[in-house]
Nanobody, 122 residues
Framework: QVQLVESGGGLVQPGGSLRLSCAAS???????????MTWYRQAPGKERELVAF??????TNIVDSVKGRFIISGDAKNTVYLQMNSLIPEDSGVYYC??????????????WGQGTQVTVSL
């Protein structure tokens, strides 16, 4: 059974940077099945939105609102990172890490982290 542990959130002023980390734990067999990791965020009163995606094959996708400021990296199995630069107040929210396993276009594994709070404010 896979568990995800997130860290790196906190309070930062506009223009600052944060690096979020998400680490998978569990059996090696379970972790080896992970082939996609995604960062989501949710602000109070707003819907959860996808921020960045990475596959174990190295493919990445960044949402337009953070493109050029955020970078996703990692092996998409054991770890995933989200480097956040030039932060603005609109980036504030709870950031969640999700690990998935796909085969033939079917998702057979989905695990969510507990979330980490990011607050961008003066």
């Amino acid at each position: 059974q896979v568990q995800l542990v997130e860290s790196g959130g906190g309070l930062v002023q506009p223009g600052g940077s944060l690096r979020l980390s998400c680490a998978a734990s569990g059996t090696s067999d379970s972790i080896s099945k992970i082939n996609a990791m995604t960062w989501y965020r949710q602000a109070p009163g707003k819907e959860r939105e996808l921020v960045a995606f990475i596959s174990s094959g190295g493919s990445t996708n960044i949402v337009d609102s953070v493109k050029g400021r955020f970078i996703i990296s990692g092996d998409a199995k054991n770890t995933v990172y989200l480097q956040m630069n030039s932060l603005i107040p609109e980036d504030s929210g709870v950031y969640y890490c999700k690990a998935e396993a796909y085969a033939a276009g079917y998702r057979y594994l989905e695990v969510w982290g507990q979330g980490t709070q990011v607050t961008v404010s003066l």
